[in-house]
Structure formats: structure tokens, C-alpha cells
């Protein structure tokens, strides 16, 4: 199983190599069209800034060879709002795998909740393979001030001032705001589930 890291203008990939190392895969991290488009999985990761990340991809033609790609792809955290139509971060047009999905950023609370949103939450509404053996309502770790609004393409919500879509799916292309990574055992399974799926 060949499974490739997305290398791009964005941070923490280390961790999602470490994170995949723990569940038995050994992944390569590379910008190579070749190398990506021979993958048998593909990570899409991110933290950083919208519009930084997407001038990134176009500079290297990685923007089309991502909606190219017909083996499962995962996006996470920046790389699944990048897989969105249009972010508010810098009013950055994004990939639209999830057509007409907008990344918005939280509004200020009087409840007191801070942005970003740091720390662990829920995820509940939980559909499709990426869920498999995962509990509802079972806790991921989240880092995040922009979130996917609700949208038909949802395949796990939180609440976090409102509710949003934590979790995206269509054909191939699947998504997770929160961090599986840093998201212990149940991070393990979702990995695991999508490597396997």
C-alpha cells in the first residue's frame, strides 16, 4: 500500500508521519506529480493560511493534480477546507471538490468560547468508512478558526459556538477538520479506516 503526503506550504506533517508510522504504514512526502499519481492513498494535510497554501498548489500545478487524483484522498484540517469552493480566510478560492461548500470564519460568542477553537470535541452524525468502529459523539482534537458550513456533503458535525460540518465525503475525496493524528485512539481508527477503505 503506497501512500503518499501531500508536500505543500503547510505545516504538520510530521506528526501525520508519526501518526501513521504508530498504525504500521510508512508514507513518503512529496510535491512529485508521478509519485502522487501512482499513490494508492493519498494525505492532504495542513495548518496554516488559505490563501498562502492555495498560491502553493497553483505555482506547481498541484491544484489540478489534486482534483485529478481518482484513489481516496484525505484532507485534513486546512487541507480539507482547501478541498472546499471558497474560503473567508483571505476570500480565497479553494478547490470546489465540495462544490459550493464555504469556509467561514467563527463569529465572536457571548458564551465565552475562544477562537480558534483548541482542544477536544465531539463528533457525532457519523456516516460512511471513514467511521467505522468509531463510537458517536466519540472525542477528536480540533485546532481551527475557520469551519465548513453545513452543506450535503457531511459526514460528521460538531458544535462549537454553532454547528458545522467536521467531517466531508464525495466519491474519493474525504475530509476531517479535526486532527486524527493528535486524536489518540480513535484518531488511530479513522487512519486506519482510510488507509484500508
Not at 495542513?46 to 485529478?68: F, H, P, W
Not at 467563527?106 to 468502529?133: A, C, D, R, Y
Amino acid at each position: 500500500m503506497r501512500t503518499v503526503i501531500i508536500k505543500y506550504n503547510a505545516g504538520n506533517i510530521q506528526s501525520v508521519l508519526f501518526a501513521l508510522e504508530r498504525i504500521g504504514v510508512q508514507a513518503v512526502v512529496t510535491d512529485d506529480a508521478a509519485q502522487i499519481l501512482a499513490a494508492d492513498r493519498v494525505i492532504f494535510p495542513g495548518v496554516g493560511e488559505a490563501s498562502t497554501a492555495m498560491q502553493y498548489l497553483q505555482e506547481r500545478a498541484l491544484d489540478k493534480l489534486i482534483l485529478s487524483l481518482k484513489q481516496p484522498v484525505l484532507g485534513i484540517c486546512l487541507g480539507m477546507q482547501l478541498l472546499c469552493t471558497h474560503s473567508e480566510e483571505n476570500d480565497t478560492a479553494c478547490l470546489g471538490v465540495f462544490k459550493d461548500v464555504r469556509v467561514r470564519r467563527f463569529p465572536h460568542s457571548g458564551s465565552g468560547l475562544k477562537v480558534p477553537q483548541m482542544g477536544w470535541n465531539s463528533i457525532g452524525e457519523l456516516t460512511g468508512p471513514l467511521f467505522k468502529e468509531v463510537n458517536e459523539n466519540t472525542f477528536c482534537y480540533f485546532v481551527h478558526s475557520y469551519y465548513a458550513e453545513p452543506n450535503s456533503f457531511s459526514v460528521a458535525r460538531t458544535d462549537y459556538i454553532l454547528p458545522y460540518c467536521s467531517a466531508l465525503q464525495i466519491d474519493n475525496f474525504y475530509g476531517v477538520q479535526f486532527h486524527p493524528e493528535k486524536s489518540a485512539k480513535a484518531g488511530e481508527q479513522i487512519l486506519k479506516n482510510f488507509i484500508y477503505c
